[in-house]
């Protein structure tokens, strides 16, 4: 069905016959597999007698070979899927069979992406970016701490460096503009943190989509922000890069090293903001972060710290 897709890419007519002829199969099994990717993948394809069929509009597919010719400063190995679960949950097996970290997975679709808190992230065919970067934590705790704060803050100026200039962070991990949510970000860890691990950094950002039903919560993308599209090689040639240098840094110095960065990054600093736990809430205004990356929060005239990956924050509507 895939290659079938990658013939239409173009956006130009193409006759059932060459189609049929390509693929060594019959009109009306091409036929088919058109209504398949029409159902499968949501894409829109035109039918127009005599001159064949064309897809609505031209696809730029992710290609391993295009990212690493654009990415000049690291050399992870990028492995593409047409479609897979979840970027993080093939790492997670990659790094079961044994496979040496660093390296990449990325995918033109998920059928299961995951989100933070057991959200589901809507991941359609080839709109946006679905990454997971691996890395083996070789007994350094240190290296753990703030971690996914540190991811954020690549992702944000990734994001910046192509124009998104209104994008910040939330605590712990969200890349916003305004309220509605363009990248989010899920660490997963395997192994022993206190001695060898692997961390899974999965990183989802919303790029050329335009519309999607099923999304729980605010969101926005990096074309609805802009009005333009974006090549999705570029820019997961370029989120290494940032990458890259973030992890570096947080490498040499600790987290320490990016704190006040993040903090000048953070869109709620200075807020009236309710802290989720379950089924508790705190009330309190935002201080900022700490040398961990763990939020300070004042909470009734008295200063308190809070961290771990099942946290979330609201806004408070007087702040
Ligand atoms: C969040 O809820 O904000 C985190 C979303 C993380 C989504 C990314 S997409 C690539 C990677 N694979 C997944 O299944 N999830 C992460």
Redesign the pocket.
């Known amino acids: 069905m895939l290659t079938l897709l990658k013939l239409l890419k173009d956006g130009r007519f193409h006759s059932g016959q060459a189609l049929g002829a390509a693929l060594g199969v019959s009109r009306s099994a091409v036929w088919k597999q058109l209504q398949h990717l029409e159902a499968e993948l949501g894409l829109s394809i035109h039918k127009v007698r005599g001159r064949g069929y064309q897809l609505s509009a031209p696809l730029a597919l992710l290609d391993s070979s295009e990212i690493s010719a654009k990415a000049v400063s690291y050399d992870w190995p990028a492995q593409v899927y047409d479609s897979i679960?979840?970027?993080?949950?093939?790492?997670l097996r990659a790094v079961e069979r044994g496979q040496a970290a660093p390296f990449v997975?990325l995918?033109e679709r998920?059928t299961?992406?995951?989100?933070?808190?057991g959200?589901k992230?809507v991941?359609p065919f080839a709109e946006?970016?679905?990454?997971?970067l691996v890395l083996r934590i070789d007994g350094g705790m240190r290296q753990l701490e703030g971690l996914s704060l540190v991811v954020g803050l690549a992702v944000l100026q990734t994001l910046r460096e192509l124009g998104i200039a209104a994008a910040g962070l939330k605590w712990p991990?969200?890349v916003l503009v305004g309220q509605k949510?363009i990248?989010?970000?899920?660490l997963?860890l395997v192994g022993d943190p206190a001695d060898v691990c692997h961390v899974?950094l999965?990183?989802?950002?919303n790029v050329n989509m335009q519309s999607a039903d099923e999304v729980e919560q605010q969101w926005t993308s990096m074309r609805l922000e802009s009005g333009k599209m974006f090549d999705r090689n570029q820019l997961v040639a370029l989120l290494g890069e940032m990458l890259q240098r973030y992890l570096a840094r947080h490498q040499a110095g600790g987290f320490l090293a990016i704190q006040s960065e993040w903090e000048q990054n953070h869109l709620w600093q200075g807020r009236s903001v309710s802290l989720i736990a379950g089924v508790n809430q705190i009330d309190g205004e935002v201080l900022g972060i700490d040398g961990q990356g763990a939020l300070r929060l004042k909470v009734d005239g008295v200063e308190k710290v809070f961290s771990g990956g099942e946290l979330s924050l609201r806004l408070r509507d007087d702040s």
């Open positions: 679960d979840s970027t993080n949950a093939e790492a997975v995918s998920q299961a992406g995951r989100g933070r808190r959200r992230w991941s946006n970016v679905y990454y997971s991990n969200d949510k990248a989010g970000i899920l997963e899974v999965g990183v989802g950002i």
